[in-house]
């Protein structure tokens, strides 16, 4: 093996490395651990950190993209009844509707449903009074409406189960907050990856036989590490918003070209609006602004008018990875949803592969992919297995579920067991239950990665305050005992503003300037210092 | 119950319930001036007890806030702390201060020098003035004495562990235990208020004293959450002190708090003995202005009430009290719909950067006033000859990046009530 002495840092051996913690990364994990694989999973950051956490969650029927890719609607559909089938407690299925409003093209909206039949898609038309009922949020400028079976899926949820399931199968390990720096290239394979823990700033050294490149947006850069300059992506950024309550039962689409504020999916107990689409160049501080929030309210309220009166607790964006073509134009609306699987081979590498592209909906279709191409490699004839296995629902990862807490918690009925986060009901108990079992537990776990596994933070209160008592029992429990665990709940707290700052107006207002004046005027929390733990010394000394 | 209308007459009416219009009205007794004052209290709950003049300048925590008020006024010569006289700020400052000590809860006399107090992270503040019973707290981590912190089975967000483990790289002497508070310790849930409520029963203290005595080992010094009394703090805490033989000190939890209790009590309960006509539960409806002063409209339980004054001191607050409140395109004032300034545009209201040290615009909102602290209309001249403004309501600060709350309560409220009474009696100062 063509290892190199590294400096002090834990070494890994592993049969597959998987880059990057989306839903496609963990789905391959758990692809090949069904076929007996033991697989290691690094992330930069957490598990959905990119585009599989900024997303609306919808679990397409096809609809939208019946009109421009036939292709990809199809596969929409067809991925879209497998997940149903196999992880439907991931899985709201609402149903769909597509509405034209006035102004909209109404020759556009009437070939919809012949689309629909060209991709296997069912759609029936409804009457505009019809479609009023079933949505009386609706405006009464509907003039054609449609049922298509679309849901909504919780993409953090499936991102759990699949790296639960992994752990159950072949002991799989996640390893969050790991940055790949370098392979160790020889003889045309990997023979290493040479990370960085980005809390520790320790290195950490991992041998595969194969590495899969699932790093999403961040694909390029990583198959650049291998040297590999065939992976081309455009980076469409979208952002979306999320109220406070629920606003429709089911997706609804707006039956024209896809544009700003046509889509408001379900999410639970809210409801997400989305999204905008702007080519950008770089992945770095990628955040909603004013700008796309005003144009999405703007663009909902002609499809659900009393989106002008609703209150957005907070704005995300993501960055979609998508597949250029070469000589295609940069126009992230038009280019293909598709994905692609490299087998960088003719790149003179025999066991690395890339899986680019592609959507949330398709994520399992792109994990099988890569997944026979893995066990091929690998000599492992084991056929692709989730196609059936339905996923486990392990009671470790089913905090992300709204409304899965505060019923547990009056089941539980333990008096002693104190709710953290009021916003969602989140309690003690639960916080225990995913720092010692949580996907991610391996290492330690911080108020982030309990966010990003629970609904905590999530509520009107965008964490601002339950973020302080669950620091507060951290402590208590001992997993933070330095200046360290204040640090996280500081970044966190940062983190959360900037999905609340350009969503906050009217009743947001008073909140977040209490929340500030806990945080900076009470706390201090924008005068701890990095380092050490200790507070600036005062100033004020000049003569 | 028959509803019937009634109307008061008074000299001045303070509008507002926060530290700003409390501390209007003291000043506006200490003057002999009539007083009426409405607000609904709520806000005052999630003060600290702690009392800022100016803690922050920019840069980073100061030690000698008379010294940053001295480049404040270079610096920020539109901040309303930049507007007024250093000695005018000392007389309210120390003038609040000396009256709250006397009315039962007492608090240290502003120094030179800004004290560093303790929070509930375990994290310090740069404060002024803070309560007798958070006192201690300053000399023990100054002399690094050994110190037990305890907190209770069940207080939900206040974690000794917490405040020890950020506190240790400066006090090592420090450790955390956690107790339960007596007849409170079933495993349940129990609550700061009620655990200050009954350490007012001398048989509380005496048991809670007995359960903590035995664990202090070679402790110097106690800190707890403030919980040691609502009315009376001050005796509860020189009772346990005298009990455990070494000295106590509050942390206060997180707001709304005690320490915040205390002074809304306090307030509404000895303002009313001391003249003035307090409406602490209700909020004014609607405000005229008047040619001979203003018109106030509220309703009670029973019923309509009207309240008119020669003058108003309007320390309404900003947006967590209701006195400024934002749609997508702007901020407005609720009461009178006075000029605010503003930013631009909603892109312009908030920095990236949560924690970006310059604060964020939206905070630097709010009412400009005249050399007379009257509110300026959109052309710059004062709304009303007898309409004032006061408190964090006021633009052209951030209290808090600057800590400088109830400096800016204090300060500008003693100056507003000045002009007021000037206006009212037409005396001169």
Known sequence: ?543 | MIKQPRRHRTELLVIGSGLAGMAASLFALERGVGVAQVGNSGVIAFTTGYLDLLGHDGRGFVDDPWQALVRLREDEPRHPLANIAENDIRVAFTSFTRTLTEMGLGYTAPGQRNLLALTPAGTLKPTLSLPLTMQPAIPAMARGLDTLVVDFIGLNGFSAREVVANLAPRWPGLRALRIGFPDMDSGAEVYAEVMARAMEVPATRQRLAERVAPLLGSAQALGLPAILGVHRPDHVHRELQSMLGVPVFEIPTMPPAVPGVRLRELFESTLPQRGVALEPQHRIKRLELLPQGVSAQLEDAYGEVTIEAAAAVLATGRFTSGGLSADPNGIRETLVNLAVVQPEGRADWYRPDYFDPRGHAINRSGVTVDQQWRPLDAAGKPTHPRLFAAGSLLAHQDWIRQRCGAGVAIATAYKAVGSAAQAVRGRQE
Not at chain 1, 59 to 75: I, K, N, P, Q, V
Not at chain 1, 492 to 519: D, I, M, S, Y
């Open chain 1, 1 to 543: 093996m063509g290892t190199r002495p590294t400096r002090h840092g834990p070494v890994f051996e592993t049969e597959v490395l998987i880059v990057g913690g989306g839903a496609t990364g963990t789905g391959v994990m758990r692809d090949l651990a069904l076929r007996g694989i033991h697989c290691l999973l690094i992330d930069r950051r957490d598990l959905n950190a990119g585009a599989s956490g900024g997303n609306h969650g919808l679990l397409h029927s096809g609809g939208r993209y019946a009109a421009g890719d036939a292709d990809t609607a199809a596969e929409c559909r067809r991925e879209g009844g497998i997940l149903k089938a196999v992880a439907p407690e991931c899985i709201d299925a609402c149903g769909g509707l597509f509405v034209a409003v006035e102004g909209d093209d109404p020759e556009f909206a009437a070939r919809f449903p012949q689309h629909c039949r060209s991709a296997g898609i069912e759609c029936t038309s409804i009457t505009p009074a019809a479609a009023r009922e079933l949505e009386p949020c609706l405006s009464e400028k509907v003039f054609a409406a449609y049922t298509v079976p679309d849901a909504a899926i919780d993409p953090f949820r499936i991102t759990l189960e699949n790296v639960n399931h992994a752990r159950q199968l072949t002991q799989s390990i996640l390893l969050s907050h790991t940055e790949l720096e370098r392979f160790v290239v020889d003889g045309g394979a990997i023979r290493s990856a040479i990370c960085r823990d980005t809390r520790s700033g320790e290195t950490v050294t991992i041998h595969a036989r194969q590495v899969v490149n699932a790093a999403g947006a961040w694909a390029m850069r990583v198959a650049q590490l291998a040297g590999c300059s065939s992976v081309n992506l455009l980076y469409s950024k979208g952002s979306l918003i999320i109220s406070n309550a629920r606003i429709g039962r089911r997706v609804i689409n707006r039956l024209r070209r896809p544009g700003d504020g046509d889509i408001l999916v379900p999410g639970g107990t809210v409801s997400l609006l989305g999204t905008t689409s702007e080519t950008v160049q770089t992945l770095d501080e990628i955040h909603p602004t004013v700008a796309e929030v005003d144009r999405l309210v703007a663009e909902g309220i002609a499809m659900v008018p009393q989106i002008a009166h609703t209150r957005f607790i907070r704005a995300f964006s993501g960055v979609r990875p998508l597949l250029m073509a070469a000589g295609a134009d940069a126009d992230g609306r038009k280019a293909s949803r598709g994905f692609s699987l490299f087998d960088h081979e003719s790149e003179g590498l025999a066991n690395f592969a890339t899986v680019a592209g592609g959507k949330l909906t398709t994520f399992r279709l792109m994990a099988e992919k890569t997944g026979n191409l893995v066990a091929r490699r690998l000599g492992n004839n084991q056929p692709c297995k989730t196609k059936t296995t339905p996923l486990p629902s392990g009671e470790a990862i089913r905090w992300t579920e709204p409304g899965f807490a505060p019923r547990y918690w009056v089941a539980r009925h333990e008096p002693g067991d104190l709710i953290l986060c009021e916003c969602e009901m989140v309690p003690a108990s639960a916080i225990d239950a995913i720092v010692e079992n949580a996907p991610g537990a391996e290492s330690q776990m911080s108020l982030n990665a309990i966010a990003v596994r629970s609904r905590v933070g999530k509520g009107t209160c965008q964490g601002a305050f339950c973020s302080l008592r669950v620091t507060s029992h951290l402590y208590d429990r001992q997993v933070y005992d330095s200046p360290l665990g204040l640090r996280n709940t500081r970044d966190f707290v940062a983190q959360r503003f900037k999905g609340v700052a350009p969503v906050a107006w009217g009743e947001h207002l008073p909140q977040l300037e209490l929340a500030e004046a806990l945080h900076c005027a009470l706390l201090g929390l924008d005068q701890l210092a990095d380092d050490g733990g200790r507070q600036p010394p005062t100033g004020g000394q000049d003569p």
